[in-house]
């Protein structure tokens, strides 16, 4: 009940002001125009959602900092981060609340996009099973780029700094894995720049391929950066 308390609070705070109806309206816009009219999909004689879905992790670079960067940042703006703690929630739930908000509305976001197949399927011989593989993909990876959002969030001092500073981390450890790909290094290292690619990781996604490695990949990064949130936050109360 406590945790659900929380939620509300969070999704009232996001639909409260214009962030989330633009970032949905950006999202579904791009990724149409993306697939129809950049990749010109219905010209292509192929019955794979694949360059849709590819586009989705680059557009998180921008869509998840700006879904993140007040999670924090605009409670230390308003001193409502002193206030947080004193209430009788623990920082776990507190992390968690603001996690799952975040969440629903990445759920939202994809939940939306489900007209796009749909629309399609009669076109061609879709797989189903690789569209649901993408999809789950391509949350796994969302969640974690929340996760380490948020957490930039509760290091920064500002929404503006947390965007940037997300962005920045994000734009890094997705494209990293095309260093890899383009120069020449060393094995162990490019398999070490691979390791560390959300991209990389959701390539099996993209294949319609579910690999243990990534969804364990994924989950490690969300249990990490959310450990860091609460560690933070636990911090802060002791300052």
Same mark, same amino acid.
């Given at each position: 009940?406590?945790?659900?308390?929380?939620?509300?609070?969070?999704?009232?705070?996001?639909?409260?002001?214009?962030?989330?109806?633009? =970032? @949905?309206?950006?999202?579904?816009?791009?990724?149409?125009?993306?697939?129809?009219?950049?990749?010109?999909? $219905?010209?292509?004689?192929?019955?794979?959602?694949?360059?849709?879905?590819?586009?989705?992790?680059?557009?998180?670079?921008?869509?998840? &900092?700006?879904?993140?960067?007040?999670?924090?940042?605009?409670?230390? *703006?308003?001193?409502?981060?002193?206030?947080?703690?004193?209430?009788?929630?623990?920082?776990?739930?507190?992390?968690?609340? *603001?996690?799952?908000?975040?969440?629903?509305?990445?759920?939202?976001?994809?939940?939306?996009?489900?007209?796009? &197949? $749909?629309?399609?399927?009669?076109?061609?011989?879709?797989?189903? !099973?690789?569209?649901?593989?993408?999809?789950? !993909?391509?949350?796994?990876? !969302?969640?974690?780029?929340?996760?380490?959002?948020?957490?930039?969030?509760?290091?920064?001092?500002?929404?503006?700094?947390?965007?940037?500073?997300?962005?920045?981390? =994000?734009?890094?450890?997705?494209?990293? +894995?095309?260093?890899? +790909?383009?120069?020449?290094?060393?094995?162990? @290292?490019?398999?070490?720049?691979?390791?560390?690619?959300?991209?990389?990781?959701?390539? +099996?996604? *993209?294949?319609?391929?579910?690999?243990?490695?990534?969804?364990?990949?994924?989950?490690?990064?969300?249990?990490?950066?959310?450990?860091?949130?609460?560690?933070?936050?636990?911090?802060?109360?002791?300052?």
């Amino acid at each position: 009940m406590k945790a659900f308390t929380l939620i509300k609070k969070e999704l009232r705070l996001y639909f409260n002001s214009p962030i989330a109806v633009i =970032l @949905l309206i950006f999202f579904l816009l791009f990724t149409s125009i993306w697939l129809f009219f950049i990749q010109r999909f $219905l010209t292509q004689n192929v019955a794979s959602l694949r360059s849709y879905f590819g586009i989705m992790p680059i557009l998180f670079i921008l869509i998840i &900092p700006a879904l993140t960067m007040r999670s924090w940042s605009e409670e230390k *703006k308003t001193g409502t981060d002193e206030l947080l703690v004193t209430l009788p929630f623990t920082e776990l739930q507190l992390v968690l609340g *603001k996690y799952t908000a975040s969440l629903v509305l990445l759920a939202l976001m994809l939940i939306l996009t489900i007209p796009v &197949p $749909l629309t399609l399927s009669p076109l061609g011989n879709f797989e189903a !099973g690789q569209i649901i593989t993408e999809y789950a !993909g391509i949350f796994l990876l !969302g969640s974690a780029g929340i996760a380490i959002g948020q957490f930039l969030s509760s290091l920064s001092k500002n929404q503006i700094s947390a965007f940037i500073f997300s962005a920045l981390v =994000l734009l890094a450890i997705t494209l990293i +894995s095309q260093v890899a +790909s383009m120069a020449d290094l060393p094995r162990w @290292l490019a398999g070490f720049i691979n390791f560390i690619s959300l991209d990389f990781h959701f390539t +099996s996604f *993209k294949k319609g391929l579910l690999d243990s490695r990534d969804i364990l990949y994924f989950l490690i990064l969300i249990y990490l950066f959310l450990f860091l949130n609460v560690k933070v936050l636990i911090f802060k109360k002791w300052l």
